[in-house]
């Protein structure tokens, strides 16, 4: 049976700025769980690099992967300025060296 | 409430080689769209940039998104040669310049 997704996706991508450090991944990862009290986030996903077979299409360099679901565009927007987002940001940005967002709406 | 995902998260990015074509982009969210027929994808979203604030980290540079959710990896690998996911690459690769796929699994 499919499930149905809310209609706005977030997803963001971190390269640690330590790749090969399992404690600064550790760290990035309970940051992200703790965006799921955020009482618009619909879902999340907490994720790494999966093994699929490897092709020139994929980008799997990344470290940290976090994808939440919203009902809407203000939700998200909610998101952006909840004290507990703001946090996450404040308590863990010297881990990372990019980060990249994609905001998808379903259509 | 929370929405638990499965644990496979397949996004796929695709930049249209002619951007400013609505025919061009509603052929090929047609063609994502047919991608729900295949048995192991557990949910399907199919979106195109969110207006959501503009921040330099937030790449809206793409024409479509295609996200899929499998219960693992072997069901990714399934729908890759499943005949309706290479129906639809046969059929609409014309159309994009340029594909990024991110594979995530939970952790």
Redesign the interface.
């Known amino acids: 049976m499919?499930?149905?997704?809310?209609k706005?996706?977030?997803?963001v991508?971190f390269w640690l700025k330590n790749p090969d450090s399992k404690a600064d991944l550790a760290q990035l990862?309970d940051g992200i769980r703790s965006l799921?009290a955020i009482e618009t986030?619909?879902?999340?996903?907490?994720?790494?690099?999966?093994?699929?077979?490897v092709?020139p299409?994929?980008?799997?360099s990344?470290s940290a992967?976090e994808?939440i679901?919203f009902d809407s565009?203000a939700d998200?927007?909610a998101y952006?300025v909840h004290p507990l987002h703001q946090k996450f940001v404040e308590d863990h940005k010297h881990l990372w060296s990019k980060?990249?967002?994609?905001?998808?709406?379903?259509?």
């Open positions: 499919k499930q149905t997704l809310p706005l996706v977030h997803h991508f990862l799921a986030v619909r879902s999340l996903h907490v994720g790494v690099p999966a093994s699929t077979e092709r299409v994929i980008d799997s990344y992967s994808l679901t565009v998200e927007q952006q980060v990249v967002v994609y905001d998808s709406i379903a259509v």
